[in-house]
């Protein structure tokens, strides 16, 4: 393969750049730019937001989402060693029922955890039960501290 073979593909890369880039400069150029009080403010479901939003997103939303990428990014890996399978021979089936045995493993922890557990009763309930148990700060009161 020489360098002219990528030809074609550079300079629909460029084209496509040179596209989007113009469409962009153009659009800011020539959209009308009249801010209004209504214009700025906040729009949700067409209903106006009488006061701020009091509640952050729990953290839980961002656990589930770094889990999602973790998991899909693995699932990526598998499907390569897929593609790969008879060339890779019983090494590959070795390192990839390591792999395995580590998505299960986090797989469990993460559930063990409770991150992927969205029933806030039973959380409280097994708050209830677990936590007299542990030597974790619970409520303010620390494992060797009486409560008043």
Known sequence: MTLTDYLPIALMFV?????????????WWLAPNKPT????????CGIVPLQDPVNR???KFYLVAML???FDVEIIFLFLWAVRFQELGWLGIAVIAVFVLLIFETL????????LDWNVASR???RRVVAPLTSQTVGGVGA?????
């Open 144 to 148: 060797g501290e009486e409560a008043a």
């Open 37 to 44: 009080p209504e214009k700025l403010a906040p729009y949700e």
């Open 15 to 27: 084209v496509g750049l040179g596209f989007a880039g113009v469409s962009l400069a153009l659009s």
């Open 108 to 115: 469990g922890y993460v559930w063990k955890r409770g991150a």
């Open 68 to 70: 999602f990428v973790i």
């Open 57 to 59: 997103f729990p953290v």
């Open 124 to 126: 409280e309930r097994h």
